[in-house]
Every structure is written in structure tokens, then in C-alpha cells.
């Protein structure tokens, strides 16, 4: 598969991920149907699952360069829906510790599902891809507050714990946490996708320096 059809993929289950948002205000008019909580669950589980597919096409991809090309298309296009998304809830009164799911608004509904199902995919993304993904990411090509972003994407979504997201989807954003916040990883956080040199590297910006052991969380991540 040439490069080009690979950036199709992505973005055609971008696309997927987001729903109705281009559509959600003629939905509106003719009194939307919004899935209840339970019913999105399950979705949101189909969703991730969707994802492996994803993280097949890039591990597939023979070169470094199409590789790079191949993450920088995925990681802006990623990064411009979470920057929509963010502000739609922000400006909302929504606060999904007290308000029922789904939320009246469709617009905000689709923005919401859209926020967890993307910051899953971002984080499972530089997960499996750290060592380019860092280097494309930490050079500002894509904007320089992408982790300050992200880091709100992980606590919003927490925020409907296992209402919605399944006990996998959780253990991935409580991961995705710790690799781009290197000082709250444990002692025991160790990523196997990373290179060594960069592995030790990492280490050196926690807190305090131990010697890491290989625990029983990164050991794989085939099962997210």
C-alpha cells in the first residue's frame, strides 16, 4: 500500500471517529438520536478495536521517511480535531462527573466522543511509536503546546472513568500519562517500543533516579 492510500486510511477512520460533526446541525433539526451511555460503551470499544488496524498499517511501513511521513499526517490531523474538540467542551457547561451522558447537545455530544476516542488513538500511537513520534512531535513542526493538550484530553476523559471507558481503555490513558510526563512514571514504567539509548534517557528526568525494573504494565501493549 503506497503512502498515499495509507494517509487515506487514517483519515477515513479519522473521519469515522468523529462522527457526525460536519452534519450534527442538520441532525439537530430533524431531533437527533444520540446513543445512551450504554450503548456508547459498547461502541467505544468497537472504536478502539478499530485502532489496531491502524497501528498494523504504520509497524507495516518499511522506511523511516515514509514512516515519519506517514505519523506527521496522522499526528497533525489528530492534534487539529483534539485542538475543535477541546474548545467545544470548554465553552460548554457540561461537567461529566454530575450531568447525565449523553449530553442534550449533539454538537457537544460528538465533540465529547470524539475527545476519548482520539486521545486513545494519539496515545496508543506514540506508545507503540515513541522514538520518531518524539522526534517529530518535540520539534515544534506541530505546534508547541501538543503535550499541554494532550495531558487535558487524558484528565477529561478520565473524568467518565467506567461509565464509558473499559477497563483496558483506562490502564492506556493512565500509560499515555506517565510516557509524556516523564516525572510521574513509576518505578517500575518501562516502555518496550522505545530504544534503549532513549529508555535511559528518559529516566534521568524523574524525580528521583532508580533503576527500573521490567514490571508486568509495559512489558506489552498488543492487548490495547
Known amino acids: 500500500m503506497d503512502l ?4 487515506i486510511v487514517i483519515f477515513l477512520h479519522i473521519a469515522l ?21 450504554k450503548a456508547y460503551a459498547k461502541l467505544f470499544k468497537e472504536r478502539r478495536k478499530e485502532g489496531k488496524d491502524l497501528l498494523q498499517i504504520i509497524k507495516n511501513e518499511g522506511t523511516y521517511e515514509r514512516k515519519y511521513k506517514l505519523l506527521e499526517g496522522a499526528y497533525e490531523k489528530l492534534l487539529n480535531i483534539l485542538q475543535q474538540t477541546q474548545h467545544i467542551i470548554q465553552t ?17 455530544f460528538d465533540a465529547i466522543t470524539v475527545t476519548l476516542e482520539n486521545t486513545c488513538l494519539f496515545g496508543e500511537i506514540l506508545i507503540h511509536n515513541p522514538d520518531i513520534s518524539y522526534r517529530m512531535l518535540e520539534s515544534q513542526q506541530l505546534g ?23 477497563d483496558k481503555s483506562q490502564e492506556l490513558l493512565w500509560l499515555i500519562d506517565q510516557e509524556i510526563n516523564p516525572e510521574k512514571r513509576t518505578e517500575n514504567y518501562i516502555n518496550p517500543y522505545r530504544s534503549s539509548v532513549h529508555q535511559k534517557d528518559g529516566t534521568k528526568k524523574q524525580k528521583k533516579a532508580k533503576k527500573l525494573e521490567r514490571g508486568p504494565r509495559m512489558v506489552s501493549r498488543d492487548e490495547f
Open 4 to 7: 498515499t492510500n495509507i494517509l
Open 17 to 37: 471517529v468523529i462522527g457526525s460533526q460536519e452534519t450534527s446541525s442538520n441532525e439537530a433539526e430533524q431531533g437527533p438520536k444520540l446513543l445512551n451511555q
Open 92 to 108: 460548554s457547561r457540561y461537567d461529566p462527573l454530575v450531568d447525565k451522558f449523553p449530553p442534550k447537545d449533539v454538537r457537544l
Open 144 to 166: 508547541p503546546d501538543w503535550k499541554e493538550l494532550i495531558n487535558w484530553c487524558i484528565k477529561y476523559a478520565r473524568q467518565f472513568n467506567d461509565r464509558i471507558i473499559d
